[in-house]
Nanobody, 124 residues
Framework: HVQLVESGGGAAQAGGSLRLSCDAS???????MAWFRQLPGKEREGVAA????????TLDDSVKGRFTISRDSAKNTLYLQLNSLKPDDTSMYYC???????????????????WGQGTQVTVS
């Protein structure tokens, strides 16, 4: 079982930046991790995924060139750097993890067993 705790959300102006963090309760070796976002009443949207064993990443088209996913293995932390923020980026952002998916199958279209509680990002 993995516990995930997100932080770093808040209010930002359009064009600004935020960095979200996801702290895991245990080492993130060979784990598929991802960021999702969801507005109330809307479908959850995948943002980015990272396989911790290799550092390989995938980004959804809507955030390519603006967001970056990364990890600090020593701190058991996953990050999402949000740059050039737009009002449409306003959402609750969730971190997720799963041990089933390997490097070639780690992306936001997969199911994830472990989820954090979310951190709110509001862009105006």
């Amino acid at each position: 079982h993995v516990q995930l705790v997100e932080s770093g959300g808040g209010a930002a102006q359009a064009g600004g930046s935020l960095r979200l963090s996801c702290d895991a309760s245990k080492p993130l070796r060979s784990v598929c991790m991802a960021w999702f976002r969801q507005l109330p009443g809307k479908e959850r949207e995948g943002v980015a995924a990272l396989y911790t064993g290799t550092g390989a990443t995938t980004l959804d088209d809507s955030v390519k060139g603006r967001f970056t996913i990364s990890r600090d293995s020593a701190k058991n932390t996953l990050y999402l750097q949000l740059n050039s923020l737009k009002p449409d980026d306003t959402s609750m952002y969730y971190c997720a993890a799963d041990l089933k998916w390997g490097a070639s199958s780690c992306h936001t279209g997969r199911s994830f067993a472990f989820w954090g509680q979310g951190t709110q990002v509001t862009v105006s």
